[in-house]
């Protein structure tokens, strides 16, 4: 079984500033690992995605991941964040199978 | 439309009453998804059906949920005598392999049992 572990659940920043929302998993298998955001009022939308080579992994929005197989984590960051950044963050985990694992979601809401 | 389509977006019912939420795909994908979001919760996964049949449905709570998707496309979920701890999002994905692709989600479908 895969479970995964977002470990803020809300994170307050303002406009221009770097931020980091952390994910945590555990796996028994071999996992691939995907950011996903929703705007308000709308789907899930995919960011990034890793599934294998360079453990930096660059997505939409200027945002970026670094997957740590000793640490199982996959972070992801943002140098430097806007208002429309403002939305719920869910890092998730998927095996061969199809079956996708999802973390509670970050609220990161952007200040002016 | 190009992306995924679910309906109602919003149903309001009664306990103990019948429900159906209806899921069309992203034409060509062969995977599909349904997930179930409460709120302050991530998605939490139902069933995944590659093609026409249940690849795993080890997420269905109980047996009063049920889905189907007879013509390997759009895909219908079924939950008998609802009740009140259903009420929830109802989410749709597809993917257009089911391997560690990217799911593709519709907007959900807002369940309230009254």
């Known amino acids: 079984a895969q479970s995964v572990t977002q470990l803020d659940s809300q994170v307050p920043v303002f406009e221009e500033a770097p931020v980091e929302l952390r994910c945590n998993y555990s796996?028994?298998?071999?996992?691939?690992l995907f950011w996903y955001v929703q705007y308000p009022n709308q789907g899930l939308q995919l960011l990034l995605k890793y599934l294998s080579g360079s453990t930096l992994v660059k997505g939409i929005n200027g945002f970026e991941a670094e997957f740590n197989k000793s640490q199982t984590s996959f972070h992801l960051r943002k140098p430097s964040v806007h208002i429309s950044d403002t939305a719920e963050y869910f890092c998730a985990v998927t095996t061969n199978a199809g079956k996708s694992t999802f973390g509670d979601g970050t609220t990161l809401t952007v200040k002016p | 439309g190009a992306g995924v389509s679910q309906t109602p977006s919003n149903k309001v019912t009664e306990k103990g009453k019948y429900v159906e939420l209806r899921c069309d795909p992203i034409s060509g994908h062969t995977a599909l998804y349904w997930y179930r979001q409460s709120l302050g919760q991530g998605p939490e996964f139902l069933i995944y059906f590659q093609g026409t049949g249940a690849a795993d449905d080890s997420g269905l709570p109980n047996d009063r949920f049920f889905a189907v998707r007879p013509e390997g496309s759009v895909s219908t979920l079924k939950i008998q005598r609802t009740e009140r701890g259903d009420s929830a999002v109802y989410l749709c994905?597809?993917?257009?392999?089911?391997?560690?692709?990217?799911?593709?989600f519709g907007e959900g479908s807002r369940l309230t049992v009254l």
């Open positions: 994905a597809s993917s257009s392999t089911g391997e560690a692709g990217e799911l593709f």
């Open positions: 796996s028994s298998v071999s996992v691939y």
